[in-house]
Structures are given as C-alpha cells and as structure tokens.
C-alpha cells in the first residue's frame, strides 16, 4: 500500500490559517488524495480529496504539488471545531481491490482560543 | 441525505461469543467498508462490499465476516471473540468511484470481557 507521512501533532491559534502537510512520494498515478478528519468521540469526516489539481470546498482547499508526492490541507480561518485528527489518505482505484482508505496516525491538531 | 447510521453505539459481549454490528449506507452509495479503529490508533480496514460481493479485505482473520444486502445496507459479524476484539468499529460507504469521498458512522463502541 502507498503510504503517507503526517507530523503527528500540530498547533494553531484560532482564526489563523493553517497548513497541514503530508508526504506520499510512493503514490501512484491513479492515487487520489483524500483528507478525512477525526472529531472526539466521532467517526471520520470527510474533508476534502483531489487527483492532480488544487480543490477548493467550503471546508478546506487542497494544494498538490506538480509531482504529487506530497500535499497540504489548508484551513483557512481555523476555529476551535476544528480541533480533531487529521488524516491523509491515498485512495486506488475502484475495481482493483485497493480502493480501501488506509489511514496511518493523523496529525492531532489544536487550536488554541 | 439520511448519512450513515450504525446500530447498537455500544455492545458488551463475553470472550468466545459472537456479535452482529449493522449499518445502513447513505442514500445513493453502493459501496461499503467496514473498520476496526482500537482506542488511541487509526481505524484499520476490514472488508468491502460492491454489489453484494466482497471486493476487498484486509489483514483480519475469517471469523470477521460480512454482508451488503441488495438495498445496500450491511452487516459486520464477528465469531469467537477475544478480547483484543474490543474497538469502535466504523462503517463507510460511498459512490461508484474512487473520486467519491468515503461516508462514515458513528460507530458501534465493542467490548469484550
């Protein structure tokens, strides 16, 4: 399985932006990206995903990078919601047994008030 | 959208019993998964189910078992418990697709005493 590489904690003050990295320079060509996040007591959320091009939603944009082997989330006015764990996950390509999500430790974030 | 509803939130069993875990899939995702997520880790895929067949698994013994049914709903059985069994366990479904992002529950919390 293709595998990311997350800082496993992460802080930032509330209404700031805030830019969460992942590596993955073993993805390959038809990877997605996905990001999901992880609230307490939750199941994971998802954020936001992309293939070669930066996305944008009303949560968060993604920014890929030209080689796609790594990529940040970007929250751009962070509030205390969303403090949760942020994971970072390739996604195969349906039909080849490999669509599962494999999710390694996440990034804790906190937002500090 | 109703989301993805799992029942019970939380069970008890005793070593060696077996349990069912039920989920119903968003309106409109024919796919679904099923995770194991132990306190403190990342959830851990299980299996997934297309069009009723199990079309993915992951490092889990027979004893883990499932079902889609044709209204794309799903059941998770475990036999012979132990007790390393206990963990929230997470059901996702999702579209045709890897560009779809992936819709999870809240879990059913396990323990096995």
């Known amino acids: 399985d293709a595998k990311t590489t997350q800082p496993n904690s992460m802080e930032s003050n509330e209404e700031e932006p805030v830019h969460l990295p992942c590596n993955h320079s073993?993805?390959?060509?038809?990877?997605?990206i996905h990001w999901y996040r992880q609230l307490p007591s939750q199941g994971p959320e998802y954020v936001i995903h992309g293939l070669t091009s930066n996305v944008n939603n009303r949560m968060a944009s993604l920014a890929i990078a030209e080689d796609r082997k790594s990529s940040t989330l970007i929250l751009h006015r962070a509030t205390l919601r969303d403090a949760a764990v942020y994971y970072c996950?390739?996604?195969?390509?349906?039909?080849?047994?490999?669509?599962?999500?494999?999710f390694g430790t996440g990034t804790r974030l906190t937002i500090i008030p | 959208e109703t989301g993805v509803t799992q029942s019970p939130t939380h069970l008890i069993k005793t070593r060696g019993q077996q349990v069912t875990l039920r989920c119903s899939s968003q309106?409109?995702?024919?796919?679904v998964s099923w995770y194991q997520q132990a306190l403190g880790q990342g959830p851990q895929f299980i299996f997934q189910y297309y069009r009723e067949e199990e079309n993915g698994r992951g490092n889990f013994p027979p004893r883990f078992s499932g079902l889609q049914f044709p209204n794309y709903s799903s059941e998770l059985n475990v036999n012979a418990l132990e007790l390393d069994d206990s963990a929230l366990y997470l059901c996702?479904?999702?579209?045709?697709?890897?560009?779809?992002?992936?819709?999870f529950g809240s879990g059913t919390r396990l323990t096995v005493v």
């Open positions: 996702a479904s999702s579209g045709l697709g890897q560009g779809y992002g992936y819709t």
């Open positions: 996950i390739l996604r195969g390509r349906l039909g080849f047994g490999n669509e599962k999500l494999t």
């Open positions: 073993t993805i390959s060509g038809t990877d997605y």
């Open positions: 309106s409109g995702h024919n796919t």
